[in-house]
């Protein structure tokens, strides 16, 4: 029999658990188990989600572990400590996308509905926290403030309710759950997800016109940011948000 030593996390970038396997062979890797999950915590942060597992196989191989427990079926063996590490630490930030997914699990929109919503999750935050949402720049288009890239993913829908992440009563929880961990898995992940849902209980009731509305109005970030010319978009700054969110929020 074998005894492997198992670091496990989730790779949302690759759509699946991800491990580091260690042969256990004497009680001298106790000290690079250690070194190596501090080193893990020091990359990564101190609320990263990591899980420990001793478990006895046939031998040496990740087939034999998943033979003497499924648990471990489905999970991608990393090769190495630093790969595991960046692994991590891309998901470690979030996208507008993720925060939009959410959204969308839980609530009905139009593709500009969600930009509105979208960006004053994004402003909340920045101005409780000091601290950005998503790593996505915020843009001055015409009809008011706009992340790009879930501009680009969900603006074929046009006025037309984003049908992509359902929130049917009998599926909700299959599409909310996962974009909830998503974010929960992010640095900060819990005050994120609350901040979200803040947002979300002062904003969700309003139509895409009334959001409009509050970002169009005098004093507000979109207002006192220059538009572009064409197809080229001016970025909105985080301080001309932090200056100037309370002007369109409710």
């Known amino acids: 029999?074998?005894?492997?030593?198992?670091?496990?996390?989730?790779?949302?970038?690759?759509?699946?658990?991800?491990?580091?396997?260690?042969?256990?062979?004497?009680?001298?890797?106790?000290?690079?188990?250690?070194?190596?999950?501090?080193?893990?915590?020091?990359?990564?942060?101190?609320?990263?989600?990591?899980?420990?597992?001793?478990?006895?196989?046939?031998?040496?191989?990740?087939?034999?572990?998943?033979?003497?427990?499924?648990?471990?079926?489905?999970?991608?063996?990393?090769?190495?400590?630093?790969?595991?590490?960046?692994?991590?630490?891309?998901?470690?930030?979030?996208?507008?996308?993720?925060?939009?997914?959410?959204?969308?699990?839980?609530?009905?929109?139009?593709?500009?509905?969600?930009?509105?919503?979208v960006y004053l999750c994004f402003a909340d935050y920045l101005c409780e926290t000091g601290?950005?949402?998503?790593?996505?720049?915020?843009?001055?288009?015409?009809?008011?403030?706009?992340?790009?890239?879930?501009?680009?993913?969900?603006?074929?829908?046009?006025?037309k309710p984003i049908e992509e992440e359902t929130t049917d009563i009998d599926s909700k929880n299959i599409y909310e759950m996962p974009s909830k961990s998503r974010i929960m898995f992010a640095e900060d992940g819990t005050e994120k997800i609350l901040s979200i849902d803040k947002t979300l209980k002062k904003y969700a009731n309003l139509s895409a016109s009334e959001l409009v509305e509050l970002t169009h109005k005098e004093n507000t970030p979109w207002s006192k940011t220059s538009k572009g010319i064409g197809n080229l978009y001016v970025t909105i700054k985080l301080d001309m948000i932090k200056k100037y969110h309370k002007n369109e929020e409710i």
Not at 9 to 36: H, M, N, W
Not at 131 to 140: G, R
């Open 1 to 117: 029999m074998t005894t492997h030593f198992i670091f496990m996390s989730s790779s949302y970038s690759l759509g699946t658990r991800i491990a580091l396997d260690f042969i256990v062979e004497d009680e001298s890797i106790q000290v690079k188990l250690k070194k190596d999950l501090d080193k893990i915590i020091k990359k990564c942060g101190k609320d990263t989600s990591i899980s420990t597992h001793m478990i006895q196989a046939e031998d040496r191989t990740w087939e034999s572990v998943c033979e003497a427990d499924h648990f471990f079926k489905n999970v991608k063996v990393v090769e190495s400590l630093d790969k595991f590490i960046k692994l991590i630490q891309k998901d470690r930030k979030l996208e507008g996308i993720d925060v939009a997914k959410y959204i969308l699990s839980k609530i009905t929109c139009t593709q500009l509905k969600l930009q509105k919503l």
């Open 131 to 159: 601290k950005e949402l998503f790593t996505d720049k915020i843009y001055a288009f015409k009809y008011g403030p706009v992340v790009d890239t879930v501009y680009k993913r969900y603006k074929e829908y046009g006025y």
